[in-house]
């Protein structure tokens, strides 16, 4: 590994953010831009390289790391399905390669972020560690050992499918009772439509609900959090970590939700289990996928 | 590593199995004995360094591996607690390596035998491996990238302590709604007892029941599959896994239990999901623990 500046990809279902990332972390200033409506994958390499030769007027690159929302194969070159862009079995490695003449490596785009807020993050100096990200959907990454779970195919920390109440509601997946049919974003707006008849509400707003009384509201955010206690209780019991890092839009933006999370957890892990595990906030927003994809890149040097 | 013949040592909570493992890993004629009621560790060291002192006869020994059945730490030298042993802060290691005078590593009993199947049994080629045991308890030891998943203080893969109703029954462990409150032996027997008013029953006979239209037996059996269920697609989830291993006491022993689950997890992992992780029963029994234990003393070779 040199200690070189590297260049940083997050690729998300709707913008693209990248930035030039020095050795220890602090990212240059970024570029962000949306991802055009029905876009291919070699008119987004296209772009990602005008912004990527734009920044580059200050930097020299050595390679180039990006986070995709999507299921990438073990060889970390091949997007296999990412849904919200349509993609399907895409060399998009080699794609980016030859229009940055740089080389790439990829990665899943919440694998990318937790490996970010191990880094350089909340979860630095924790070899083991859980990351849970609640935003639209519920996506997760997990250190073991210094190590990214990858899994035997790369569909490892696929955590808002892990289930919480079998047979219940609908998840996107198809499957019942999900974490993410409870406590997702998208979820959470649904589920207080379906029960009190007003749709459009973000989760922030159906907290204020709550706090002021509302009882679906109650209900929909208690049900949320017992979901989000319970997928951090189960993944802590699996893996044993040190630390538990809770981040992405919906828990970034609502500090009460994080806040009865913690202290769920706490409640539960406590007594005969006497974890010493810390539950602490991300640190980075939307900066934690563009730095572990660098520090992606900065490993294939 | 040598290509020598070890010791491996299986100490349960009621019994304890001792033999020579050659590098190929089919074990010699093993020595098992009783736990006698109350034993300390130097007593149970004594007896284990006389029941190794006559299979020695025929075998030098280079090392020995030991599961124990308690939280060991990540030196892999101290045992912290046993809670069947009623044991605590026990520098177990060395005094086993003062009895036997040979170098000794510990590990939790469950991990062990999980390493056992991974490296001779049904999880043999399966880097990526998830082992469910079901016995009095639930117990699990889990492999990912080939290496055994120990956690940051040796706790992980507690999998019976993975919440299936949070705020159910009430398991060993002082929590309600554990996977093991469901589907561990002990309790699968204790809450069939609860429902019908006949106690002592085992698993076995209560599914024999269940198959006779007893309803109570029924309710039970289902629960305790769903539970099952529930655990291994949450793992696969977290994980993503090559096998999940189903072995254990309970498991061996009701194959048409093993079936159910075989059956639920694949229905829940198909569809969006497309897993192609194969579902499959241990292999080596009782000899999975001292083949673990003895793989590991292989490794301090």
């Not at 070159?77 to 849904?83: C, E, G, I, N, S």
């Not at 980016?96 to 937790?114: F, G």
């Not at 049919?181 to 749709?199: D, T, V």
């Not at 049900?223 to 890092?245: E, G, P, R, S």
Request: glycine share 16%.
């Amino acid at each position: 590994m040199k200690s070189s500046t590297v260049l940083g990809i997050d690729i998300g279902a709707t913008k693209v953010r990248v930035a030039p990332v020095p050795p220890k972390g602090e990212p240059g200033k970024a570029a962000t831009f949306a991802v055009p409506a029905g876009a291919g994958p070699g008119q987004l390499a296209d772009i990602i390289a005008e912004h990527a030769a734009s920044l580059g007027k200050k930097h020299q690159f050595d390679a180039a790391g990006a986070g995709v929302p999507g299921h990438i194969a073990n060889d970390r070159r091949t997007l296999l399905y990412a849904p919200n862009l349509n993609w399907r079995d895409v060399p998009f490695a080699e794609l980016l390669e030859s229009k940055l003449s740089l080389p790439v490596v990829l990665e899943n785009d919440v694998n990318a972020a937790a490996l970010g807020e191990h880094r350089f993050g909340a979860g630095r100096g924790a070899g083991h560690l859980i990351c849970i990200f609640v935003g639209t959907g519920i996506g997760g990454g997990i250190i073991c050992a210094g190590e990214l779970v990858r899994g035997a195919t790369g569909n490892a920390a696929e955590i808002g499918h892990m289930l919480f109440r079998p047979g219940g509601r609908v998840c996107n997946c198809g499957r019942r009772g999900c974490a993410e049919a409870y406590a997702g974003g998208f979820h959470i707006s649904a589920r207080y439509g379906e029960l009190a008849g007003r749709e459009g509400l973000n989760p922030g707003q159906i907290l204020e609900l709550a706090r002021g009384g509302d009882e679906n509201a109650s209900r929909v955010i208690e049900d949320a959090c017992q979901a989000l206690v319970t997928l951090a209780v189960n993944l802590q019991t699996a893996f044993d970590a040190q630390k538990i890092v809770l981040g992405g839009g919906v828990m970034d933006n609502a500090k009460e939700l994080f806040e009865k999370v913690r202290e769920g957890v706490s409640t539960w892990l406590t007594g005969n289990w006497k974890s010493q595990v810390q539950i602490v906030a991300s640190e980075l927003g939307p900066d934690a996928g563009v730095l572990g994809a660098a520090a992606l890149a900065r490993g294939i040097l």
